[in-house]
T-cell receptor, first 117, second 116 residues
Framework: GAVVSQHPSRVICKSGTSVKIECRSLDFQATTMFWYRQFPKQSLMLMATSNEGSKATYEQGVEKDKFLINHASLTLSTLTVTSAHPEDSSFYIC?????????????FGDGTRLSIL | AQKVTQAQTEISVVEKEDVTLDCVYETRDTTYYLFWYKQPPSGELVFLIRRNSFDEQNEISGRYSWNFQKSTSSFNFTITASQVVDSAVYFCALSEKADNFNKFYFGSGTKLNVKP
């Protein structure tokens, strides 16, 4: 079945560091990828929709200069948390949907646990 | 307003008991999808089921069953003869045709503890 690979699975770094998270669709092309954030014991909240070849669409309240999204190819989207601070510590999950019909299911990556010291 | 409500924050059962996880949704769209995902402690989301709004037939898959009732806007999930490995957080989610099925509206999740 369709697989979405997310890397790294865990990051621990110092405050002020920028962290890049990759989301790859391994066996299908994804014109659209999605980035979610999950705080401990809370639900997943959509942060932004990543569109191949164009700017990402951010949800209300998400700082686009803080969370940079690049969708350079049909199989790769990256999320960069710039100048990360402890409050950015969270679980980040990406998902991707195949090209074609809009009702295709989304496939989720395994998530990245980000811890900022 | 919350589009997906999972009123049960946490449920504890003893192994072999049956347990039902509730999900109530809200949408003005006539075309939508409902989902259930399992999230074990490791964090990944495990897809369990997707149901479109035009298919109200209940579904059974092994020990899992789902009851979709449009009249009450509910999509409940039952685990029969629960096992310790079923312990996880379970999320119900909704996507709507109105935004091209792009957004997933997740419920707040229900943490299921199955004790031996």
């Amino acid at each position: 079945g369709a697989v979405v690979s997310q890397h790294p699975s865990r990051v621990i770094c110092k405050s002020g560091t920028s962290v890049k998270i990759e989301c790859r669709s391994l066996d299908f092309q994804a014109t659209t990828m999605f980035w979610y954030r999950q705080f401990p014991k809370q639900s997943l909240m959509l942060m932004a929709t990543s569109n191949e070849g164009s700017k990402a669409t951010y949800e209300q309240g998400v700082e686009k200069d803080k969370f940079l999204i690049n969708h350079a190819s049909l199989t790769l989207s990256t999320l960069t948390v710039t100048s990360a601070h402890p409050e950015d510590s969270s679980f980040y999950i990406c998902s991707a949907r195949s090209r074609g019909l809009s009702n295709q299911p989304q496939h989720f990556g395994d998530g990245t646990r980000l811890s900022i010291l | 307003a919350q589009k997906v409500t999972q009123a049960q924050t946490e449920i504890s059962v003893v192994e072999k008991e049956d347990v039902t996880l509730d999900c109530v949704y809200e949408t003005r769209d006539t075309t939508y999808y409902l989902f259930w995902y399992k999230q074990p402690p490791s964090g990944e989301l495990v897809f369990l089921i997707r149901r479109n709004s035009f298919d109200e037939q209940n579904e059974i898959s092994g020990r899992y069953s789902w009851n979709f009732q449009k009249s009450t806007s509910s999509f409940n999930f039952t685990i029969t003869a629960s096992q310790v490995v079923d312990s996880a957080v379970y999320f119900c989610a909704l996507s709507e045709k109105a935004d091209n099925f792009n957004k997933f509206y997740f419920g707040s999740g229900t943490k299921l503890n199955v004790k031996p």
